[in-house]
């Protein structure tokens, strides 16, 4: 069946340094969402990317979209301690595919 | 406008009980989705409700069964409680023809 593979598992940075999530399906996808945990919470819709090749920013966040639809990226530039949690990628293969298939996600950790 | 609601917040059951969770969606959206989440994992897709029939369905046992009700609001049911099926429950609403899901806070459901 269809899997999402994610790196790292985690991630601990200096407030102010880069993070870079990579997450990489199985299958072609209709479309891919990211979503944030943080701890004790539950997964919050960030973004979703549903072109070839696209590029989505939102503030200090990066989304990507690989050119085959099978890869994506999330870089957060400058991070600050309100950015810590676990950031998920969400693949959907589309057509009569409802189903969300995640990944085990990057916990980022960030020391101020 | 609330969000995405779940009731309880917290359950402890014994193994081989039964078990009921229930979510009403955000306001305005009709499809409701359940996922398992396990200490550490990503959320496991677990089926799909849209005009109160199983639209998709993860690779869940029969154990899990849902049912939606005409205010799109949805149960989950658990019959004999393995140890394994302590998780993290997710409710997830969205709008027909629309992908992005919004989650609930959660049930946390321990079997004993």
């Known amino acids: 069946g269809q899997q999402v593979m994610q790196i790292p598992q985690y991630q601990h940075v200096q407030e102010g340094e880069d993070f870079t999530t990579y997450c990489n399906s199985s299958?072609?996808?209709?479309?891919i969402q990211w979503y944030k945990q943080r701890p004790g919470g539950h997964p919050v819709f960030l973004i979703q990317?549903?072109?070839?090749?696209e590029v989505k920013k939102q503030k200090r966040l990066t989304f990507q979209f690989g050119e085959a639809k099978k890869n994506s990226s999330l870089h957060i530039t400058a991070t600050q301690t309100t950015d810590v949690g676990t950031y998920f990628c969400?693949?959907?293969?589309?057509?009569?595919?409802?189903?969300?298939?995640f990944g085990k996600g990057t916990l980022l950790t960030v020391n101020p | 406008d609330a969000g995405v609601t779940q009731s309880p917040t917290h359950l402890i059951k014994t193994r081989g009980q039964q078990v009921t969770l229930r979510c009403s969606p955000k306001?305005?959206?009709?499809?409701v989705s359940w996922y398992q989440q396990a200490l550490g994992q990503g959320p496991q897709f677990i089926f799909q409700?849209?005009?109160?029939?199983?639209?998709q369905r993860g690779n869940f046992p029969d154990r899990f069964s849902g049912h939606q009700f005409p205010n799109y609001s949805s149960e989950l049911n658990v019959n004999a409680l393995l140890l394994g099926d302590s998780a993290l429950y997710l409710c997830?609403?969205?709008?027909?023809?629309?992908?992005?899901?919004?989650f609930g806070q959660g049930t946390r459901l321990t079997v004993v």
């Open positions: 969400a693949g959907q293969r589309g057509g009569s595919n409802y189903k969300l298939t």
């Open positions: 990317l549903v072109k070839s090749g």
């Open positions: 306001s305005g959206h009709d499809t």
């Open positions: 997830a609403s969205s709008l027909r023809g629309r992908t992005e899901a919004f």
């Open positions: 409700y849209y005009e109160e029939e199983e639209r």
């Open positions: 299958t072609t996808l209709s479309n």
